[in-house]
């Protein structure tokens, strides 16, 4: 959908100048590639880097009482940028304080239990690129310790922070690219754990009343790929977690190991761009694999398809990766042809993991 024309242009002047009130820096007309991981998408009207939570919350709140559109921005990951850009406020949020709590001995009875999704993770063995079954372990026993994490922070560097501070939990994550904020967001998946199973609470900015507040964790809503955040454009400032005083060298080998493992996914790209097919209807269509990388590369013979700059990976099918020089439409023609074929071939089509944002 255009942003085009969404707001006056008096309202970014006054945005502008508030902002440099504050002393948050900004910069005009820059373009978004370079801050993806894709490495596509045209420039924003307004761009901001912001490292701390006080001006994080201003800016945006200043964006809402002006009237002017604003996006939100980590790591880059799981997003496609429009060849246009971004009308509006983009900002990059690099908050990244991570507090530890000086409590000791939680009782884990007083902990809520998320519920956690089925996982999804059974690809065939003639098309396994990566397995995770030998590298889990439980570690439920292990001393409780509460963390908070600011939602810039990035994740691989707070996982083994974390870690070389002796507290685990989170090294199932490993090899993800993001920020907490959007690992929250779309609850995101290591072999069969979900990040859900460690958020204590989720500290959001109310986009209609502009104050701060805290959702539990049933309140987030936790699903596969999903929060409440997909609905709800509140934003998450930061999170409490509920972590482990475990083995800090059994999970920093999972950590690294995975992390390795992992590497054979394309890097160029958003990530995988499907969310697999639920077991019921992988059941229901006769399929041996619930990965949309088997489906697209056995089933719709797909793999290695190419538009423009973007191609369906040889390396794994559910990714689409930047060759060089791919446009953001590059990407899109892909996943439409792929939606196209699934549907004709399987009656199914794919729902997307990648978000695109901007003038499409």
Avoid at 242 to 263: C, I, P, S
Wanted: contains cysteine; glycine residues 8%.
């Amino acid at each position: 959908m255009s942003q085009a024309n969404i707001y006056p242009m008096d309202n970014i002047a006054q945005l502008k100048t508030k902002l440099a009130e504050l002393g948050i820096e900004f910069k005009e007309n820059e373009p978004l590639a370079p801050y993806t991981t894709y490495k596509i998408g045209g420039p924003a009207d307004i761009f901001s880097e912001i490292k701390n939570s006080q001006q994080l919350k201003a800016a945006v709140t200043l964006a809402i009482q002006l009237k002017v559109p604003y996006t939100i921005i980590g790591w880059g990951s799981n997003v496609l940028i429009a060849d246009k850009g971004i009308r509006g406020l983009v900002i990059k949020n690099s908050a990244g304080n991570i507090a530890i709590s000086e409590k000791e001995n939680i009782e884990i009875s007083q902990i809520e239990t998320a519920d956690v999704p089925e996982p999804r993770l059974d690809e065939i063995d003639k098309d396994k690129l990566y397995t995770f079954e030998d590298l889990d372990y439980d570690e439920s026993d292990a001393p409780i310790v509460k963390v908070n994490i600011e939602s810039g922070a990035s994740l691989p560097v707070t996982i083994m922070n974390l870690i070389r501070n002796g507290i685990t939990g989170l090294q199932w994550f490993g090899g993800i690219p993001g920020t907490i904020g959007g690992a929250i967001f779309n609850n995101i998946h290591g072999g069969t754990h979900y990040l859900a199973e460690y958020v204590d609470r989720v500290e959001v900015l109310d986009k209609d009343s502009l104050e701060t507040r805290w959702l539990s964790n049933s309140e987030c809503k936790f699903d596969y790929d999903y929060s409440i955040f997909h609905e709800e454009n509140d934003l998450i400032l930061s999170a409490d977690f509920n972590l482990r005083k475990g083995d800090k060298e059994k999970a920093k080998q999972v950590y690294v190991e995975w992390t390795r493992r992992k590497k054979l996914q394309p890097q160029k790209s958003a990530g995988c761009v499907w969310q697999n097919i639920s077991n019921e209807e992988k059941e229901r269509l006769g399929l041996e694999s619930t990965s949309w990388g088997y489906i697209i590369d056995r089933v719709l013979n797909l793999k290695g398809k190419q538009i423009g700059g973007a191609k369906i990976s040889e390396a794994h099918a559910a990714f689409i990766e930047n060759t060089g020089g791919a446009k953001a439409q590059d990407v899109v023609e892909l996943m439409e042809l792929i939606k196209k074929e699934a549907v004709a071939k399987l009656g199914i089509e794919p729902k997307s993991e990648v978000f695109l944002l901007g003038e499409f």
